[in-house]
């Protein structure tokens, strides 16, 4: 009996033993303070706790100022104006703690580490940083007046997780040469359509003179007047992982608007079915869009399904050396639509393809300024006029589209004028130094062309006033006028004398019984 209850002892004591080294508190206490109103909070701040614990709400009137290690958890709820974190500060919080009727504000050197909770209905914002860090891993930022989150004057934010959704004026905006650097979490269901004028641009995202850097998460189902997703002025956008998907903006820009700034779209960047007047995925007025890799895939705009460059009075570039730009729709420029005496699109690489257009260019539309094609692929386009590329310029003198095609291949697109290529009668200058046009279809009238009075068959069809140069070592064949295929003349002409000799000798066989009665 007695080595029975030696060995119980012994076993509890190592159980005992097993079960603290694990950090089980058996009952006690855990460490820090458990504060249950606004008093009992204001002491343990007083005290310098580095660890509250709230289980209710708590009312606390007055602002909150922490410069200090500090940790709030707990599944209770704080009601106050502000909470600053000043200096040196780190304020983290963890659980389920929710903060509501204040903002969180991060300044100096001070971070913000939101691992979980809530902060709700804020003041304005929901959080500001102020040339501090917010670290934000979990928890939802949502129904602030304004912005879910304002960094600004060198601040940076870090999303790691978590929600930013249904803010009043949109979910972040950046400024003042800060930074945000997307990770995880998702930004959605910001709707500020309704905001007077300059209030109205990026519902999801909006930097002026800042950088954001995308390399996960999701920016999904914003709406704005421009920029549905995100909107830049004068800032920089690298998108290199993550999803910007179905937002919509009733200007420009579903996906992305861009005025005088920098666009990158890099491997396993993706925008992906955002709609928009102008400019379904991006639209950029001043600045370049670079297409290095990723996809912009079915979007949709009036003008540019995928992409709307305007070059009206500010010098903006399309540079395209890879990546994939398919599956959108537009009533002209279903992949891309350029205008302005100020564009100008380069393609190296890549692949645009399978785009349609209602009207004219289904890969690409050119109303002025040049596109120089020195590789890549515009294939499987479909439109009215220009299956792969139309250029269809305003007659204003000196605003001729420009094509320089140097490389590449221009195949298998269709239309009803031009399967491979067209130009109206305005004024282009096409220069095809080399190259391949080539397997592209036009189904109305020979040679694709109906408007003017030149045509290189199914592949290229030109307006009267178009001025073309064909190099030596440009190669346009196989392509298909009337969707008919390449049918040699001696074939049809034994195939025309058949059918004039059946005909005839139907009619004397007529003829012949008629005389026989």
Request: glycine share 18%.
């Amino acid at each position: 009996m007695k080595k029975i209850v030696k060995s119980i002892i012994i076993t509890l004591f190592f159980t005992l033993t097993l079960i603290a080294g694990m950090g089980y508190s058996l009952g006690l206490s855990q460490s820090g303070v458990t504060v249950t109103n606004g008093d009992e909070l204001r002491d343990a701040l007083l005290a310098g706790e580095e660890l509250i614990v709230i289980e209710r709400t708590v009312h606390m009137r007055e602002r909150i100022r922490i410069d200090s290690n500090l940790t709030i958890m707990g599944s209770g709820r704080i009601t106050t104006s502000n909470i600053e974190v000043i200096r040196d500060g780190v304020l983290t919080l963890d659980g389920e703690i929710g903060i509501s009727g204040g903002r969180v504000m991060v300044s100096g050197g001070a971070v913000f580490n939101m691992l979980g909770g809530s902060i709700t209905s804020g003041e304005r914002y929901g959080v500001v940083v102020n040339s501090g860090v917010f670290n934000m891993y979990g928890g939802t930022i949502n129904n602030s007046e304004r912005r879910g989150v304002r960094v600004e004057r060198g601040g940076t934010f870090n999303m790691h997780g978590g929600y930013i959704l249904q803010n009043g004026h949109g979910g972040v905006y950046i400024s003042g040469n800060s930074t945000f650097n997307m990770h995880g979490g998702e930004i959605s269901d910001n709707d500020i359509t309704s905001l007077r004028i300059g209030l109205r641009d990026g519902a999801g995202v909006r930097v002026e003179s800042s950088t954001m850097n995308m390399y996960g998460g999701y920016i999904i189902n914003n709406n704005a007047v421009r920029g549905g997703g995100v909107s830049l002025s004068n800032g920089v956008a690298s998108i290199s992982g993550g999803e910007i998907r179905n937002n919509v903006a009733d200007e420009r820009g579903g996906g992305v608007n861009g005025e005088s700034s920098e666009i990158f779209i890099l491997p396993d960047g993706h925008i992906a079915e955002n709609r928009a007047g102008n400019g379904g995925g991006i639209a950029i007025a001043g600045g370049t869009v670079t297409v290095s890799g990723g996809r912009i895939n079915e979007n949709t705009a009036r003008d540019g399904g995928a992409i709307e460059a305007a070059g009206t009075s500010r010098e903006t570039n399309v540079l395209i050396h890879g990546g994939e730009i398919i599956g959108n729709e537009a009533g002209s420029g279903g992949a891309v639509d350029l205008h302005g005496s100020y564009v100008r699109m380069m393609m190296h690489g890549g692949r645009i393809s399978s785009n349609s257009a209602s009207g004219r260019g289904g890969g690409v539309r050119l109303r002025s300024g040049i596109f120089e094609m020195r590789g890549g692929y515009i294939e499987d386009n479909n439109a009215n006029f220009g299956g792969g590329i139309a250029l269809f310029g305003t007659g204003n003198p000196g605003q001729e589209p420009k094509l320089e095609m140097w490389g590449g291949l221009i195949r298998n697109n269709s239309a009803n004028h031009g399967g491979g290529l067209a130009a109206s009668n305005f004024e282009a200058i096409i220069n095809l130094h080399s190259g391949e046009i080539s397997q592209n279809t036009a189904y109305c009238c020979y040679g694709g062309n109906c408007i003017g009075s030149n045509s290189i068959d199914g592949g290229v069809a030109l307006g009267g006033s178009a001025i073309i140069f064909i190099g030596e070592h440009m190669y346009i064949f196989d392509n298909h006028p009337n969707n008919l295929p390449n049918i040699p003349l001696i074939s049809i002409i034994v195939a025309v004398v058949v059918i004039i000799n059946i005909g005839i000798f139907i009619v004397l066989r007529k003829s012949k019984k008629a005389s026989a009665k």
